[in-house]
């Protein structure tokens, strides 16, 4: 499956952005989804994950209760509503699709990944 994450930008701290993730045509509900990040000069993170039925998600603690994960199994597609954002929330923002059969938090667990959209965060 190929991913395009999109939606990426500045906005100043306090503000709100919406990233989407589409995934080209098949069997969407195969994957896992997730939102990793990477913050200039760390390790790539995992910030969110949801499962396949969209029932079921995770979020590191640093981004619950402002982040919102997503999936429109229609559309092919994910999102993530950021509220309420930090400067340290500024980093490239990855979406990605595993076969796992449970959320990993292993940037080897996931098959495939978007191109990456930066996300920048004003004090």
């Known amino acids: 499956v190929q991913l395009q994450a999109s939606g990426g930008g500045l906005v100043q701290a306090g503000g709100s952005l919406r990233l989407s993730c589409l995934a080209s045509?098949?069997?969407?509900?195969?994957?896992?989804m997730a939102w990793f990040r990477q913050a200039p000069g760390k390790e790539r993170e995992l910030a969110t994950a949801?499962?396949?039925?969209?029932?079921?998600?995770y979020y590191a603690d640093s981004v619950k209760g402002r982040f919102t994960i997503s999936r429109d199994i229609a559309k092919n597609a994910m999102y993530l509503q950021m509220n309420s954002l930090k400067p340290e929330d500024t980093a490239v923002y990855y979406c990605?699709?595993?076969?796992?059969?449970?959320?990993?938090?292993?940037?080897?667990?996931?098959?495939?990944w978007g191109q990456g959209t930066q996300v920048t965060v004003s004090s």
């Open positions: 045509a098949g069997t969407f509900t195969k994957y896992i």
């Open positions: 949801i499962n396949r039925s969209g029932s079921s998600a």
């Open positions: 990605a699709a595993s076969t796992f059969y449970i959320v990993t938090m292993s940037e080897g667990g996931y098959d495939y």
